[in-house]
């Protein structure tokens, strides 16, 4: 599995992640068997958040006695994301996860507490090593620009984002901002959240055909175009060992430039997105 730096941080992270939203819907068991399969094959970024109902549990059962392999991410609520607000709910997390520590804390998305009392006890969970970075999650280059502009230079981790081969927009803004300032860019959704193009779908033969001349599958040649720039990396959610499986067999796979243009071709960029003038 390659892995990369994670933005400002020392830390070496594989490229192709766990996601956990409604991860615990299903079988808990087949659920727990399925982070651990990804663990095994060096999926070791395991992504959750306080709103992922009981997905935090389920995390917590499968990283147990394998703690220090994971690169750990949790996210607070924007109306929880007050100062004190946030040190409560960060210690939640550690008990449902049954941790001490967090790799990365997340804001989840802009709400109506300010930035600074949010990045605030974010330094101050870092302090008492409960964090060891944190980054925030949905941020426009605005947002982002507001948050730099507060934290300084090298605090901002990462920003997770919306990134699938149908939902391209941050590559026209948000992707260049955050390699031009060393925040790691970590794709959620990259399966489309379960709408990933169909076998019989133009775009699902072209996906096929890179797949067969690499004895891989179109979900892995997907995975692998969302890594293709240094910057970025992805979480895809599995609750099916086998499906773990197949996702981590994109940690390997490397595209030619031929075949990383026709699928840039095949799921256009579109325009960027339109921003509303501030009033
Ligand atoms: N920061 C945010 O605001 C935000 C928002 C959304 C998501 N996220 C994070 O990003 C993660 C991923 O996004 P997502 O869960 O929305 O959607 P996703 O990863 O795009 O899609 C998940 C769906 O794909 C299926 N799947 C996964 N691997 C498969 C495979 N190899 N073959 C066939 N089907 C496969 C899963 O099925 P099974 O479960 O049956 O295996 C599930 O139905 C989330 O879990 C969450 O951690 C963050």
């Not at 499968?62 to 994971?70: K, L, S, W």
């Not at 008492?128 to 999650?137: A, E, F, Y």
Request: glycine share 8%; proline share 7%; hydrophobic share 40%.
């Amino acid at each position: 599995m390659e892995q990369r730096r994670f933005g400002p941080t020392k830390r070496q992270v594989p490229v192709i992640g766990q996601g956990t939203w409604y991860i615990d819907n299903g079988n808990r068991v087949a659920a727990i068997a399925a982070l651990r399969v990804g663990l095994d094959l060096g999926m070791t970024h395991i992504d959750t958040a306080e709103m992922y109902g009981g997905a935090e549990e389920i995390v917590g059962a499968a990283i147990a006695g394998r703690r220090d392999e994971v690169f750990l991410v949790s996210k607070v609520l924007p109306q929880n994301a007050s100062s004190c607000g946030t040190i409560a709910a960060c210690e939640r997390s550690l008990a449902r996860l049954d941790t001490d520590w967090l790799d990365c804390y997340l804001l989840h998305w802009r709400g109506r507490y300010p930035l600074d009392e949010t990045f605030e006890a974010f330094e101050q969970l870092q302090l008492q090593g409960k964090i060891l970075s944190w980054g925030v999650s949905n941020f426009d280059v605005p947002d982002l620009e507001e948050a730099l502009e507060i934290a300084g230079n090298n605090r901002i981790a990462c920003n997770q984002v919306l990134y699938h081969l149908q939902e391209r927009a941050i590559e026209h803004a948000v992707l260049p901002w955050c390699e031009e300032h060393s925040v790691a860019v970590v794709g959620y959704a990259p399966f489309g959240h379960g709408k990933f193009p169909g076998p019989r779908t133009p775009g699902g033969r072209v996906l096929q055909a890179v797949a067969d001349a690499h004895g891989a599958t179109p979900r892995q040649v997907a995975l692998r175009f969302l890594v293709r720039r240094p910057s970025l990396f992805t979480i895809p959610k599995a609750s099916k060992p086998e499906h773990t499986a197949e996702n981590a067999g994109a940690g390997d796979l490397r595209l030619t430039r031929a075949q990383l243009a026709l699928i840039d071709e095949t799921f256009p960029l579109g325009p960027p997105p339109k921003v509303l003038p501030v009033l």
